[in-house]
C-alpha cells in the first residue's frame, strides 16, 4: 500500500508561483509513475502533468494548458515528487491531486488508471 500526501498549496496572484510537494509513504519502491491531477468546481478531474521512470531516466509530460509554465520533478531520497508552477492564471484555480501507479502507465491522463490518490491541495489565483 502507498499513501500520498501533498501539500503548498494557497492563495496567489496572476502571474505568482507556487511549488506543489506529494510525498509517498508506504511500499514506494514498487512505484513507476507519478501524476498531477487537478478539478475545479463544477468540472471533471484533469490531467495535469506526469512523471515516468526507470532506473535511468525520468520522463516527464505535460497538459498542454500547463506545458512551458508547470515543471514536474521528483527527491527520490526524499520519496517526493514536485509540481513547479510559474505564470499562475486564475484559470489554474483548483484542487490539485498526485496519484501514482505501480505501473509506468502508457495511458497515464486517465484518472481511472491510478491505483494511489493524495487528499488534494487547494490553489487559488487571484485576478
Known amino acids: 500500500q502507498v499513501r500520498l500526501v501533498e501539500s503548498g498549496g494557497g492563495l496567489v496572484q496572476a502571474g505568482g508561483s507556487l511549488r506543489l510537494s506529494c510525498a509517498a509513504f508506504g511500499s514506494t519502491s514498487t512505484l513507476s509513475t507519478l501524476a498531477w491531477f487537478r478539478q475545479a468546481p463544477g468540472k471533471e478531474r484533469e490531467f495535469v502533468a506526469v512523471?515516468?521512470?526507470?532506473?535511468?531516466?525520468?520522463?516527464?509530460w505535460y497538459a498542454d494548458s500547463v506545458k512551458g509554465r508547470f515543471t514536474i520533478s521528483r527527491d527520490n531520497g526524499k520519496n517526493t515528487v514536485y509540481l513547479q508552477m510559474t505564470s499562475l492564471e486564475p484559470a489554474d484555480t483548483a484542487i490539485y491531486y498526485c496519484?501514482?501507479?505501480?505501473?509506468?502507465?502508457?495511458?497515464?491522463?486517465?484518472?481511472?488508471?491510478?491505483?494511489?490518490w493524495g487528499q488534494g491541495t487547494q490553489v487559488t489565483v487571484s485576478s
Open positions: 496519484a501514482a501507479d505501480d505501473t509506468r502507465l502508457v495511458v497515464y491522463s486517465r484518472p481511472a488508471e491510478y491505483d494511489y
Open positions: 512523471l515516468r521512470w526507470t532506473n535511468d531516466a525520468d520522463y516527464p
